[in-house]
């Protein structure tokens, strides 16, 4: 097997990224030296409001007024995107389908992006009522204007071997289909096969899923995914040939990823097991190495006869970090020097970075702006804007100078 690696220059030394030149073998001296980028802060908003475990934060499409926060035990709140805001309602409640706690709950939500003319949200959860699965969920509005919990449509339901490495966050590219991020099943070294999951062509687990939801009962398939024309996999999320769901491949635990509003690339912090945490951006067929490589560090792990593995954007190692959580490529207007930068952070430390989107495999990153947050996830407005989601139940705007 082989990963691809490029030697092209690098950004050089950047404020809050110091970038080291791993895959050429480089020193930070060696690249050219632009102008740095801002030294980033974060600022909390919304002081009033506090909620239980939050995984995630988001607006519906083309509604600046009102913000929605995924809490992990199973409940969607909603309130005004307003300063002051005193209490946040319940937009959706599935509390008693979901199995919370550690890595499992309510992971992810979105909106179709004809919302509300098309009153349908989808939400990924964990559930154990009969064996632990992943379920990707259809939902509509209700009379009262929220969700109403009895209209669930369960569209994928993937068994997971272990109760960790779910991922779980959903997503509508602009392509109109529904993307969809799960990791390898859980435990150490990808342990479940021969080869592990994510090498695994015949599982839906460490993959990045596109569906097309836009047909009457079920799901479609783009017919452009890799294995476009093979029978379907996700009432299981095995099959006994290559899933046809599968987008992209080789991912150990996608958590949290985001397309460029501007280019439409698609970005993915995916958490590392022992010594480096990474950032991809995933192509569509593309094999993003786990679990041959954690990062640009070969595994000596058994896992197929995969080549041509695509190596991550950036790494950084457990001086800096030990859960990656992946942000977004900064597209607001606050911080002008910040622009076409990805943003992106560490659960376990509260490190935030910044690179260039242009980054060119493989850059380490050390530094970082110090945060004493639990990083769960970064929020994206409407406006371009960025935010950033405490675990611990606070939310807080990304600053600049």
């Not at 499992?104 to 064996?131: C, K």
């Not at 080549?307 to 911080?335: H, K, M, Q």
Request: aromatic fraction near 8%; proline fraction near 6%.
């Amino acid at each position: 097997m082989t990963l691809r690696r490029s030697c092209a220059s690098y950004p050089g030394a950047i404020a809050a990224a110091v970038l080291l030149l791993a895959a050429c073998g480089g020193a930070v001296g060696d690249a050219p030296q632009p102008q740095a980028p801002p030294v980033l802060g974060v600022q909390r908003v919304f002081p009033n409001l506090v909620f239980a475990a939050p995984v995630a934060m988001l607006q519906a499409p083309g509604d600046g007024t009102r913000w929605f926060v995924i809490e992990q035990a199973g409940r969607v709140r909603v309130f005004a995107n307003e300063a002051g805001v005193a209490a946040a309602q319940t937009f959706a409640d599935i509390s008693g389908r979901v199995a919370s706690g550690g890595e499992m709950g309510l992971l992810g939500m979105a909106f179709h992006p004809r919302f509300p003319a098309d009153p349908r949200v989808f939400l990924s959860y964990t559930n154990d009522d009969a064996g632990r699965v992943s379920r990707i969920s259809e939902f509509r509005l209700g009379a009262s204007g929220d969700l109403d919990p009895a209209s669930e449509r369960v569209l994928l339901s993937i068994g997971q071997p272990e109760s960790n490495h779910n991922g779980g966050q959903i997503a509508f590219g602009p392509d109109g289909y529904l993307y969809a991020g799960f990791g390898d099943g859980g435990g150490a070294n990808d342990r479940h096969g021969a080869i592990g999951n994510a090498q695994l062509m015949t599982t839906l687990l460490g993959k990045m899923l596109r569906i097309d939801v836009s047909t009457a009962s079920g799901y479609g398939i783009p017919p452009d995914n890799p294995f476009a024309a093979n029978p379907r996999c996700g009432m299981n999320g095995t099959g006994a040939a290559n899933c046809p769901e599968i987008y992209a491949s080789g991912l150990r635990n996608p958590w949290r990823w985001s397309f460029d509003r501007r280019t439409g690339e698609l970005w993915v912090g995916d958490v590392g097991q022992n010594a480096l945490e990474e950032i991809d951006r995933v192509r569509r067929g593309g094999n993003h190495g786990w679990r041959c490589f954690e990062g640009t560090r070969a595994t000596g792990l058994a896992c197929g006869a995969a080549e041509n593995l695509l190596a991550p954007v950036a790494e950084y190692g457990r001086s800096a970090g030990r859960s990656v959580t992946g942000g977004y490529v900064y597209r607001g207007a606050r911080i002008a020097a910040l622009a076409g930068r990805y943003v992106f952070g560490d659960y376990v430390t509260g490190r935030i970075w910044h690179i260039a989107g242009d980054t060119r495999p493989t850059a380490r990153v050390a530094e970082g702006l110090a945060t004493d947050l639990n990083i769960s996830s970064f929020g994206e407005g409407n406006d371009g804007e960025l935010y950033v989601v405490h675990h611990g139940g606070e939310l807080y705007r990304l600053t600049g100078p």
